[in-house]
């Protein structure tokens, strides 16, 4: 039996993610300039960006818990403003495609 098969790894989840789409989503809603929303641009700013967040992983209700503690933290969302900000400039100056 592989490793994956031997442990439940199903409710294990990376809160940055939910913040980071919430965030992508409000500054490209906000976004003036012209800029490619195909998924595979849309896909890396969200990738890219979750590169640089610091992760919130939870698993358990403990978990949960310090996550939505650390989500409220105004520098720990400062720094998710800044990371979608960067990556929405980096896509929108090299996209992935032609």
Not at 9 to 37: G, M, S
């Amino acid at each position: 039996m592989s490793f994956i098969d031997t442990y439940d790894f199903e409710n294990l989840t990376n809160e940055a993610e939910q913040l980071v789409l919430k965030e992508l989503e409000q500054q490209l809603a906000a976004y003036e300039e012209e800029l490619c929303l195909c998924n595979e641009c849309v896909v890396d700013m969200a990738t890219m960006s979750l590169n640089t967040v610091k992760p919130l992983y939870r698993f358990s209700l403990l978990g949960t818990l310090y996550a939505a503690t650390a989500m409220d933290d105004e520098a720990y969302a400062a720094s998710v403003r800044e990371a979608v900000s960067e990556a929405i400039e980096k896509v929108r100056t090299n996209p992935a495609h032609d």
